[in-house]
């Protein structure tokens, strides 16, 4: 089984592009980073792609169980985008990233959606956050709160 970490570390291991924090900005290097639920794990229950994001390890014990301020969206969609279109320009990373598709993608709208060919990043970024908006609101409405930095 390969995990979204097995594909994020393929993606800061090629240097492109450079993959930053979408919190801090911090430049992410093979060694600094964990991989974060954008929606917390213990609501979504699963570990799909879409909702993953590389974070400053520093950073991501203080976020805990609780959810981004919705304003880091954009720039986690625009991760999320640049890391698909790292893995289209990539065979390698492609390879991964399909090996990755297959143990960690349930819901279908991800492939029929979000990652397909014909998407540019604004139809990509509508896409994610028609989605996961839903699924944020549902668990701020259950009690999550928000982790302020």
């Known amino acids: 089984m390969i995990s979204g970490i097995t594909l994020s570390t393929a993606i800061i291991g090629s240097k492109r592009p450079n993959v930053y924090d979408i919190y801090s900005e911090k430049l992410l290097g093979l ?3 964990d991989i974060d639920h954008f929606v917390p794990w213990s609501f979504v ?8 994001l590389p974070m400053d ?25 640049m890391m698909y279109e790292s893995a289209k320009s990539s065979e390698k ?8 598709q297959r ?3 349930v819901m279908p709208w991800s492939m029929e959606e ?20 839903p699924v ?3 668990a701020r409405i259950q009690g999550y709160d928000i982790w302020r930095m």
């Open 103 to 105: 143990d960690n993608l």
């Open 57 to 81: 390890s520093s950073l991501n014990s203080s976020k805990s169980n609780n959810l981004p301020q919705w304003k880091y969206f954009e720039l986690f969609a625009k991760n999320q985008y």
């Open 114 to 133: 979000l990652y397909i060919a014909e998407n540019d990043r604004e139809a990509f970024i509508k896409v994610l956050e028609e989605k996961l908006h």
């Open 31 to 33: 060694n600094d980073f």
């Open 136 to 138: 944020y609101d549902s």
């Open 45 to 52: 229950a699963n570990d799909e792609l879409w909702n993953l």
């Open 93 to 100: 990373i492609m390879d991964k990233f399909k090996k990755c």
